[in-house]
């Protein structure tokens, strides 16, 4: 994408009511918009990372087994009555509004009984069992505060999971494999040396729900990590039962700062008992539908990427969700050749042209600006990969080729550019 | 997939309450679901047809130079007070809520103001100009009524373009252009034969805005269609005027009911002068940014395909919105082989796996259950091409393959069934 062609423009404050690192950083370089506190517009390079961290989601939720759908946002008051979460009193975070009627309607913060609900029209027999349904979907929350940027929304998507199984066993066994799908998305996101499976508070089905925390002095959370299980305890619960289960001393523990990036929960029947969700079994014996659920989300996860990632210059994006894996930029050559054009500008032009062919879509800086401007541009808008195409590189017959996450420059010739932007 | 694999059914009768022919169809076949009056969430096959409706506008609005963005849901009180749209008495469908603060905030049901004040931080030069931005965005209206199902929902996906240009003229050949993209959307969406450019009132800026209107009983508009010149007027502004603006008698229009499936508008000055959007140009003089607003709603596309194509025996899907291209049907075989296993099943699983080596996904009906049932459900689900695997044509050599639009059936080898499902 030529960004010429890119409505959005870096900027060199962010909005003074802005206290977040990460929206700071993604206001500035023109990723998202800030459109009340706790409300944010994604703007075009902003929805490509959101998109990208989305693939990834989806493909590992299919590998699992998961069917996707598209709840509403919209909720009927009589839903929510059946679970005694319609109350302000249990639930403190509701956008409520109301129909020309005069019926209340609330905005959906989480779809446990709206989708326990719709499952009753298509599970009532073993044979119908397990089912794994899954969102991406806005939820609505009315948080008191909104000071962490897109990590705590008051208008964010979430991908919520939700599983219908047979009994306990079969449970276990989804939810195990749901949290190796979760290990796997934020490697793959590009966080996963510093998430930890986090032990958080159970229900009475289940003594213990997982969290996946991500170690960030942004982070709302204190957990204690033992580096060598890979694992982590929220401060919550961290009491010597569970250090016990866990096979744990306290002195293996270290205390951090870190966000909530995802999390898994056994269910149990209390959703499906409220909606009289229940299967009839081999036998002709009625019994209830053991539910899980397991949410994450992708705005939160981005913000938790450039609160962690960034560097005094910028934003650094992981080549996996990075809205384009190299920043082309072009220096106007001093002189114009024999017939009157632009050398360096001639070759961008090629270059970007050349990389589309192989499907390798860059963003490529083609405005008329100063190298300081680009520089500093490229830095904070945190491509993987910069490129620069200049009457100095035009003479080494090469492209300068500098990695973001590293500062590492090379030079590399167009063969070697598309194996490494490939890759 | 495979339909053992897919949570949803088939059912006789839609919702008591439910009146409208799409919605009726499209529950019964297990597409949508309906949550409250007017609210439908959207179950795995009517997903992928709205993906599939959303990935064909996209295609549209990419191609005229459209940049995508996603803004927000709850919308600030301050912003739509400066055109004076937050009031009720102006503007009767808001869903409006509260945020603990006590403030008020609504639900978008457009995004004129939001997006005018949003590009005053990215449009200050005539380099700036034009922009055209567009977003696929749910939106909120708080319909008095909602009896045409998914075709007026209260809440609805709805694709949004708006266009920033330079001058009037400039403005006009967008316009122009963004009316060919509609067209060819709703030719590739199937509608193309029975959707009209329909003139209808304008602004204080242009005399007409054009809507798509597609001819239906369903539908809540009355046109006058004149066929030879494949345009119509809204009843709405029906007058001597318009008549011999077009150049048409009334003795060459045709009265119909219709729905208006998408939209375009010239809004002039009306926004950027609320919000002071304007640019300097090249003699350094402040003007106005000229816009425009181009609707459509995937949703109601899909709700109208099902009104008019649909037959007495249920959906009919063009093929480029169908979730599936075909539906394969597997009628167990009478005996098993000499290996013990069913030789109808067999094939058909080969046959399944052969087909998604060529890149093509069907439905697979896996299920054990009756032909007529099988038969029954194909009709009703709509898969433009029902494929049968059965003793029967095992022993002919070839697959049944029955195209759902016209009934016509035909025996085809595996090799022309994959050019004719490769289409």
């Keep these: ?11 060199k404050e962010a909005p003074k009511d802005e206290v977040a690192r990460n929206a700071e950083l993604l206001i500035r370089a023109g990723y998202v918009y800030k459109e009340m506190a706790g409300v944010y517009a994604y703007l075009p390079l902003g929805l490509r990372v959101i998109e990208n961290i989305v693939g990834i989601i989806r493909e590992e939720m299919d590998a699992i087994g998961g069917v996707e759908v598209s709840l509403t946002a919209l909720q009927d008051k009589k839903t929510w009555e059946r679970t005694g979460r319609w109350s302000d009193d249990v639930v403190d975070n509701w956008f409520k509004t109301k129909l020309k009627s005069g019926a209340e309607a609330g905005l959906g913060f989480t779809h446990e009984e709206p989708l326990t609900a719709l499952m009753k029209d298509f599970i009532h027999s073993y044979r119908d069992l397990p089912r794994y ?8 929350r009315n948080e008191d505060r909104a000071k962490s940027g897109i990590m705590r929304a008051r208008e964010f998507l979430m991908k919520d999971l939700y599983s219908f199984s047979l009994d306990a066993k079969a449970h276990e066994h989804f939810y195990e494999k749901a949290k190796q799908a979760y290990v796997n998305i934020f490697s793959r996101v590009g966080l996963g040396d510093r998430t ?4 958080a508070s159970g229900g009475s089905f289940s003594k213990y729900s997982h969290e996946f925390q991500t170690v960030t002095d942004a982070g709302e959370d204190t957990i204690y990590v033992h580096e ?10 961290m009491t010597d039962e569970v250090l016990a289960d866990l096979g744990v001393t306290r002195a293996d523990l270290i205390e951090k700062r870190a966000v909530e990036v995802g999390n898994i929960f056994s269910l149990g029947t209390r959703f499906s008992d409220a909606f009289e969700l ?14 899980g659920s397991y949410g994450i989300g992708p705005g939160r996860v981005m913000g938790t990427i450039v609160e962690t990632l960034s560097d005094e210059n910028g934003i650094v994006w992981p080549k996996a969700v990075a809205p384009f894996k190299a920043h082309l930029i072009v220096l106007d050559s001093k002189d114009a050749d024999a017939t009157g054009r632009n050398p360096a500008r001639k070759e ?7 990389l589309a062919t192989q499907g390798i879509e860059v963003l490529y800086d083609d405005r008329e ?9 490229a830095d904070l808008m945190g491509m993987p990969y910069r490129i620069v195409v200049s009457d100095k590189t035009l003479a080494s017959g090469g492209y300068e080729v500098k990695h973001r996450a590293t500062g590492k420059t090379e030079q590399l010739a167009e063969k070697a550019l598309i194996d ?3 890759k």
């Design 420 to 422: 490494r932007l490939g």
């Design 133 to 140: 349904v899954y969102q991406f979907q806005t939820k609505f």
């Design 228 to 237: 060598k299980k890979k694992i982590a305890i929220n401060k919550e619960v």
């Design 278 to 291: 229940a299967y009839v079994d081999e036998k002709g014996e009625k019994k209830p539908v053991i539910m």
């Design 369 to 377: 600006a100063r190298p300081g401007e680009k520089f500093a541009d």
């Design 1 to 11: 994408m030529r960004q010429t062609e890119l409505f959005t423009k870096t900027r």
């Design 348 to 354: 961008a032009e090629r270059l970007y042209a050349a």
């Design 196 to 199: 930890y499976v986090t032990f």
